[in-house]
């Protein structure tokens, strides 16, 4: 489980029961062969430590924060990690091991949604909404209980439609004004930078060591004290959230959201914000299930492993 900030790596038995755990800081500024060598070494010490062998695997899943060229395996960008691009990640990967090894590389967003679908919240539901709201925002899409990749394999980055076009801050998808600029957790400590940068006072200075080291737990602190700037973050976040549901609901008619990821640390201070903007677009009474995903922090991992079966 590749992701912005961190990369987890599971090892499962045959009945899908996780044996080990390990997790460690991605490294941003790393080339994309120096990153997923580590990532190979990292599965190799993992083997080692329980005495298994790759004869013994099924097989590596893989899931990265990134617009995945499926069939071929390749990375064509990453957002939150922009080194990783145009990048034979699945054929590079397999090399870094001294025997044929099965590969499935796929967005991080879909194997979450295969995840919550058979394992969490999803149970049950024919289609669902998969929706990580995290460092960037994503949704994975089922569709009569099947994973929808679209035609070339990165259906879901719905966090880089575009709202605003040529406005805002820029994105790691080479674009301005898209939605996750405006609404992610590592996007909305950027507009937070930038207010202070330009003389505006705010609790956030305080909380964080220094001005680079903001997150989003300095803005749900200062939020609780009532800091203005916290309180716009928030809302904006919020309004921009609800504008990505509600296209989202209009456009597929899915009913079932599942959301996962570090955001939901601000509880109802954002998302009951967000439920209300929503039902506030969404002019009939048909339900609309929000849900918590149920796979916790092992959501990744568990989903990686689903790619195999």
Request: aromatic fraction near 10%.
């Given at each position: 489980?590749?992701?912005g ?20 800081p ?22 080692a430590v329980k005495?298994i ?15 995945v060229l ?17 990048f034979p ?15 499935v ?6 194997t ?46 719905s ?22 600029s405006?609404c ?13 940068a ?5 609790l ?18 200062a ?36 959301f ?9 201070k ?25 796979c916790?922090q092992?959501a ?10």
């Open positions: 489980d590749i992701g900030t961190k990369t987890a790596i599971g090892l499962f038995d045959s009945n899908g029961y996780l044996l080990e755990r390990v997790q460690y991605s490294d941003k500024e790393a080339e994309p062969d120096v990153f997923f060598e580590k990532v190979a070494e990292q599965c190799k010490k993992l083997l005495g062998g790759l004869d013994d695997i099924d097989g590596i899943g893989i899931g990265v924060p990134s617009f499926f069939e071929q395996g390749r990375i064509i960008k990453t957002s939150n990690l922009t080194k990783i691009k145009d990640a699945r054929d590079y990967f397999a090399s870094c091991f001294d025997k044929p090894v099965r590969i590389i796929d967005n991080d967003a879909h979450g949604a295969l995840a919550e679908l058979r394992h969490g919240a999803g149970k049950g539901f024919e289609h669902m909404l998969f929706c990580p709201v995290s460092t960037g925002i994503s949704s994975g899409i089922i569709i009569n209980k099947q994973l929808f990749r679209g035609s070339y394999g990165w259906a879901g980055e966090g880089h439609m575009l709202t605003s076009p040529d406005t805002g801050i820029s994105c790691g998808c080479g674009n301005r004004g898209c939605l996750m405006w992610s957790g590592s996007m909305i400590v950027k507009h937070i930078e930038q207010k202070i330009a003389g505006e006072k705010t956030i200075s305080t909380l964080a060591a220094a001005d680079e080291a903001i997150s989003t737990v300095h803005i749900n602190e939020w609780e004290q009532n800091d203005i700037i916290a309180k716009q973050a928030v809302e904006q976040m919020a309004q921009y959230m609800a504008i990505w549901l509600y296209n989202l609901y209009v456009t597929l008619n899915i009913n079932c959201f599942v996962s990821g570090g955001l939901l640390c601000m509880g109802d954002l998302f009951k914000r967000v439920r209300e903007l929503f039902d506030s677009y969404n002019d009939n009474e048909y339900t609309v299930y929000f849900k918590t995903a149920l916790g092992d990744g991992i568990i989903g990686a492993r689903e790619l195999l079966y």
